[in-house]
């Protein structure tokens, strides 16, 4: 039982929240735990409890390698139910929230921990209305080895997008240090950039059902493969009776 509780805890690691990606920015894309990153919270996505306001909190920890779950967050940051000054955030209007942490220094983390995501909800100050994800849960950001060599992620879409015949949507694609980069949708490219580290073109999709986005950086010594895929709703006919 412990070795499947193990390996379902690793499986979610591998495999981030499906709609965590669109909720939270950081910069830089692929944070380590020794730097100072910037996160962004759009108030609009997830549950989207927290639209409107203009002064919110984060509640914030890490998951390390220590965690026994995605819901064992360890060196807890925030006052709940205060107006914490420590993690409160800056609004930049249109529902977007920021705070910026010196990753290390904010957590107080001992020497030697590994730091996996950073994870949060947000919070109005009495903590009566909290952003979430879409499905209640926690929302996280994923931390990076140092010196990981090449890494490719296509921050947007989502996995299980669904989207109407013919209805563009943006992909964002991105490395963290420039390579050869290319887009594929069902095996046809459709975008491609050398010598960069962002591809954001727009697909509109014409044919019906899954389709399969495969973004593939190749810096001469490394290639690196994400992909994530997408679903075109069929066309329904209205049948009318005579």
Do not use: C
């Amino acid at each position: 039982m412990r070795l499947t509780k193990q390996l379902s805890f690793l499986f979610a690691l591998l495999f981030p929240l499906l709609n965590s990606a669109q909720i939270l920015e950081a910069t830089p894309a692929f944070p380590t735990q020794n730097d100072v990153v910037t996160i962004t919270y759009d108030a609009s996505e997830g549950n989207a409890a927290l639209v409107g306001q203009t002064q919110i909190y984060a509640h914030t920890g890490v998951i390390t390698s220590t965690s026994t779950s995605l819901t064992n967050w360890q060196y807890v940051k925030g006052t709940w139910g205060q107006a914490d000054p420590t993690v409160a955030m800056t609004s930049l209007g249109n529902n977007k929230h920021q705070i910026t942490i010196n990753i290390s220094q904010f957590y107080n983390y001992p020497q030697g921990t590994t730091v996996l995501k950073l994870a949060f909800v947000f919070r109005t100050a009495s903590g009566a209305i909290v952003g979430r994800s879409a499905d209640g849960s926690d929302i996280y950001y994923d931390i990076y080895p140092t010196n990981a060599g090449l890494i490719a992620k296509i921050f947007h879409p989502n996995n299980g997008l669904a989207v109407d015949l013919n209805q563009s949507f943006s992909i964002d694609a991105q490395t963290n240090s420039n390579a050869d980069l290319e887009i594929f949708d069902n095996g046809n490219s459709v975008a491609s950039l050398s010598n960069a580290s962002q591809l954001t073109p727009t697909i509109t999709p014409t044919t019906e059902g899954t389709h399969l986005i495969k973004f593939v950086a190749t810096n001469g010594n490394e290639t690196k493969v994400d992909s994530v895929f997408y679903t075109v709703n069929p066309t329904i006919i209205p049948q009318y009776l005579s």
